[in-house]
């Protein structure tokens, strides 16, 4: 204890500091959302099997997919906004940790989302940049990358989509450079098994 009765502490418990979130969150709508609320850089739209699937990549990192056959759900990576509609959201699911989350999608079809948020080194930051590039090219994937200006990542997300057997499967990566952050999200729409 010091002179004034207090107990003195390590330098270490004063410098205690959690690592920040990406700040990102994953709403699930039920219905398809309109592009123009918010701020995309690149669009993809594929049929896969017995679905439609719409993929954007939004500005400043984060994506929209919206999977669609008679009935269509849509799941939003973001930055919070307030511009975003309360209407036919299911989910609203804040990227830390790790979480997994699963609603039926119509009457016919089953959607499932994991997602999980890691906090990084420098150089595994900077091996995810090489990393995720690479699996963009190779799965032909949608990416945006933007850079600061002395030439480091701010963000980059990527979005792929694949058809297994029956089922979309939609991964997401979204690095966030002054975070040092990696967010990952996998989701499913399949059929229910009866």
């Given amino acids: 204890m010091d002179g004034k009765g207090l107990k003195s502490l390590p330098l270490s418990a004063h410098n205690n500091k959690k690592p920040r979130s990406a700040g990102l969150t994953v709403l699930v709508y039920d219905h398809p959302l309109h592009p123009e609320l918010v701020t995309t850089t690149v669009r993809r739209i594929r049929t896969m099997g ?87 090219e190779e799965q032909n994937g949608l990416i945006t990358h933007q850079k600061t200006e002395l030439g480091q990542t701010d963000y980059l997300s990527v979005l792929v989509a694949t058809l297994h057997r029956r089922a979309v499967h939609i991964e997401g990566f979204h690095l966030i450079g002054d975070a040092r952050v990696m967010v990952r999200t996998q989701s499913i729409v399949e059929p229910n098994t009866r």
């Avoid at 984060?62 to 959201?89: N, W, Y």
């Avoid at 830390?96 to 997602?115: E, S």
């Avoid at 990084?120 to 690479?134: G, H, K, W």
């Fill in 50 to 136: 017995e679905f439609d699937v719409t993929m954007w990549l939004l500005d400043g990192g984060g994506h929209m997919a919206g999977v669609t056959h008679r009935k269509t759900i849509c799941e939003l990576a973001c930055f919070p906004q307030k511009s975003l509609p309360d209407r036919g959201l299911v989910e609203r699911l804040p990227c830390k940790g790790d979480k997994q989350f699963d609603v039926a999608a119509g009457p016919d079809h089953h959607y499932y989302l994991t997602l999980n948020e890691e906090h990084v080194t420098d150089t595994q930051f900077d091996n995810a940049v090489v990393e995720l590039q690479r699996i963009a």
